[in-house]
């Protein structure tokens, strides 16, 4: 048995280890010495903002390639007999999630599993600092963008002040493949000055797709055992330009197209990838996953992109038909709180299990066409062979720059132990 605190009184809760127990109250009961996280909760879930999840399907594809340089030809999905657009709602998919934080907030005696603890700890230490977090940003944002921001910058920002504060343990890794790497939290916040952790995100195969997430995140409770791959975008440099590209779209997706398409191909190859990496890892550590269907995250500093891969039934599903803010747009810099619940929810995945119905599964299997792709050029095999490392040696007949994998300075490579020799 134990305990955690629940309107200020601390309330019995069973299956919860003595040191479960003792790292739950010091999260819980210090920094939530008020109720506002719990109002901030309850607001959130009777202002929730619904996120729509639309079915991918990929025409065509180069494959071989970076996730930058992977040209992903892409649609929605269709229907044979009729015009319309289908779609499935983010609180149907992580209905175990949302089931949870209404249960936690209207029962005095709340059953969960241990697991759910640790996220719900996390969450809740966001959401009594929310205001100090959203004016962290808030500066740090202004600061940078009057100088053309960096996108480094943005990411470190992001991943110091949101991604990571909702995940216990607050664990990530930053790319090292930034060329600017601030030591430390380029916020303005005197309290702050974190250092940041830098490292190897690399991932994919040589055949298929490879390259470098800008950041993983990785929940402390489970040993590292899983992490969300996440994408940064500074929309300051993406370039406003439509028009000629809308003839072919239905009226409902023109009114909501957006910004999206502009790095869709090198998200969708990089959610993709990560979704076959992950049942490697499960499968390597002899664990049976929950669920197949795993997401990966886009940021910008104004909007959030989910994308969802089940690499078992081949399902791509993907919100990028819709910008959905993180801010809410009648008060400045102030969060959008669903967003909050959202990027929550995908950070701690293996607690929440995303799922779709199994009747949705049995009609739409094989829909993202994906594994047709693969199949067709004999690699559907060598998705079990996706993996985490540095370089990713291909076998280039030109010397196209976009191929390469990484860029380093001539001095600089001479000095590293564990270079090759150069062919
Ligand atoms: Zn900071």
Redesign the pocket.
Known sequence: MAAMLSHNTLCIIPNVSKYGRALINRHLSKKTHNLEWKENLQYALENHHELYLRPIRVVNSRLGTSFSGAPIEHRRLKLADKDAILQTQFSTVFSRGFEDLKSYLCNDHYDVLETTLWPLSALSVYLTELRKQEE?LKEGFNKYAKNDIPEIYVAALLT??LLSCLVYGNQYLISNDYRKKPPL?P?S?RD?G?YITYGQTGLGHAHIWYGRPDVVVMPKQKNNSYMVPLWYINELEQEEEEEDEMKDMHPLEIKVQSKFKHFASQVLSQAIIFAFYQSNVMKKRGITPLTTLLPSLVLTPSHYYIIMYDYKNDILLSSGHQDSSLWDDTEDFRFNLSAILHIWMVLNYNDFVPTLDPEVIHDFARSSNIHNILESQNLLGETEKISRKNSFVTINTNDDDDECVSIKDMKDYIKDPHKRKWY
Do not use: A, P, V, Y
């Open positions: 962290t110091n002040h939290c916020c916040n702050c974190k």
